[in-house]
């Protein structure tokens, strides 16, 4: 019996979109302490910039960062001075 090789990964370089979103995310580290939601709220923010939901605030509720220190609206403003603040 043989087995096929894995797929390959493509690693995203600095300058990719993706990189810069979740690099930024992940500065908040203070604010959201779990990774895991993080990382949720990453691929959220990711559907918003891809147009696939409406608004930043609709990704982060549908993220629910349940680890996040401070309220949704707060956190809506510092996600948004994150995104500007990488050019996305």
């Known amino acids: 019996m043989t087995t096929k090789q894995p797929a390959g990964v493509d690693f995203a370089g600095d300058d990719a979109?993706?990189?810069k979103l979740y690099s930024g995310i992940d500065e908040l580290s203070d604010v959201i302490p779990v990774d895991n939601?993080?990382?949720r709220l990453s691929f959220c923010l990711n559907l918003y910039l891809n147009k696939e939901v409406a608004s930043i605030h609709d990704a982060i509720?549908?993220?629910q960062p349940n680890s996040?220190?401070?309220?949704?609206?707060?956190l809506e403003e510092m996600v948004s001075k994150k995104l500007k603040e990488k050019g996305l």
């Open 17 to 19: 979109p993706i990189k």
């Open 37 to 39: 939601d993080r990382n």
């Open 61 to 63: 509720q549908q993220a």
């Open 68 to 74: 996040a220190t401070v309220d949704i609206k707060v």
